[in-house]
């Protein structure tokens, strides 16, 4: 089965400008999660999905992140507008059965400069 | 927020060296949770821990949960070189939405 996919791997963009993050889970999985790893320290949950209704988004940052997932399907994670400090790798992950673990996919490092 | 502190943060190793990490805790965790991260890709489970004292194989790594439920350790046997990578240990929160909180990681390198 395909993995879980995230686009683009890399961004670079100037601090006030927006950057939309997408992740397609793998195929049949309810839930779906978003974790970020700021250089250098732990990587940090910020929310989770099942199917299209967020679950617990407690882990985001503030109200210029946004996280939907029309439909049940793929998600994206949208800063508007980004700052320095959302510099990192944001990850995202799908499970059927998260009691078990879940996959992740590559991440995209976000650079705001 | 809770923390897991990871030690050691880098590990400089000669190959067919053992490796030893662990991570701990101030709060009790029920799950512990061993990842591996290679360069340019996300974290992949290693090794999951359910049970207090449980210890766990995966052909060369040994994980342990530890008895206070506060600790884990990870053992590398023999390393090669495609043990490069960051190790992060995690555990599972014990809110219905099953999200991780995760280790700083430990970062290995191998010297063939």
């Known amino acids: 089965e395909a993995g879980v996919t995230q686009f683009p791997s890399h961004s670079v963009i100037e601090k006030g400008q927006t950057v939309t993050l997408r992740c397609d889970p793998i195929s049949g999985h309810d839930n779906l999660y978003w974790y970020r790893r700021v250089m250098g320290k732990e990587i940090k949950f910020l929310l989770h999905?099942?199917?299209?209704?967020?679950?617990?988004e407690s882990g985001m940052p503030n109200n210029r992140f946004l996280a939907e997932r029309t439909g049940g399907t793929y998600s994206t994670l949208k800063v508007q507008p980004a700052e320095l400090e959302d510099s990192g790798v944001y990850f995202c992950?799908?499970?059927?059965?998260?009691?078990?673990?879940?996959?992740f996919g590559s991440g995209t490092r976000l650079t705001v400069v | 927020g809770q923390q897991l502190n990871q030690s050691p943060q880098s590990m400089f190793i000669q190959e067919g060296e053992d490796v030893s990490m662990n991570c701990t805790s101030s709060?009790?965790?029920?799950?512990w949770l061993w990842y591996k991260q290679d360069p340019g890709e996300g974290p992949v489970l290693l090794i999951a821990l359910y049970k207090a004292g449980e210890l766990t194989s995966n052909g060369r790594l040994t994980a342990q949960f530890g008895i206070t439920r506060k600790d884990s350790f990870l053992n590398i046997s023999a390393s090669i070189p495609s043990d490069v990578g960051i190790y992060f240990c995690?555990?599972?929160?014990?809110?219905?939405?099953?999200?991780?909180?995760f280790g700083t990681g430990t970062r290995l390198k191998v010297l063939a």
């Open positions: 992950a799908s499970s059927q059965d998260p009691g078990y673990g879940y996959t």
């Open positions: 999905f099942v199917k299209e209704s967020k679950q617990d």
């Open positions: 995690a555990v599972r929160t014990t809110s219905g939405t099953y999200k991780y909180i």
């Open positions: 709060s009790i965790f029920n799950t």
